[in-house]
């Protein structure tokens, strides 16, 4: 299993946002809460392509959407972001 951010470019109330929100939901193994309004760290079982693929990212090329792999992680952040990242990776 490996852990993703997955950052969301689009404005919150627009159809793009709504329809990654509802895809993480069903495609991740865990999220972890959306942590900030258009971030939302998964436990997925494959590659960023794999990920960005199965939440239908890129098939038309309007979605401003990031998926980054999370291999290590520092900094400071509220406790329970930790604890699901030190589960997770």
């Given at each position: 299993m490996?852990?993703?951010a997955v950052v969301c470019l689009e404005e919150p109330d627009s159809d793009e946002f709504q329809s990654l929100q509802s895809s993480i939901a069903s495609?991740?193994?865990e999220v972890?809460?959306?942590?900030?309004?258009?971030v939302w760290f998964?436990?997925?079982k494959g590659t960023?392509?794999?990920?960005?693929?199965?939440?239908?990212l890129g098939d038309d090329h309007t979605s401003a959407t990031i998926v980054?792999?999370?291999r290590g992680f520092s900094g400071?952040?509220?406790?329970?972001l930790w604890e699901w990242l030190d589960q997770n990776k």
């Amino acid at each position: 299993m490996s852990v993703f951010a997955v950052v969301c470019l689009e404005e919150p109330d627009s159809d793009e946002f709504q329809s990654l929100q509802s895809s993480i939901a069903s495609v991740a193994d865990e999220v972890f809460a959306e942590y900030v309004p258009a971030v939302w760290f998964v436990s997925y079982k494959g590659t960023t392509g794999q990920l960005s693929k199965s939440l239908s990212l890129g098939d038309d090329h309007t979605s401003a959407t990031i998926v980054l792999s999370i291999r290590g992680f520092s900094g400071f952040a509220d406790h329970d972001l930790w604890e699901w990242l030190d589960q997770n990776k």
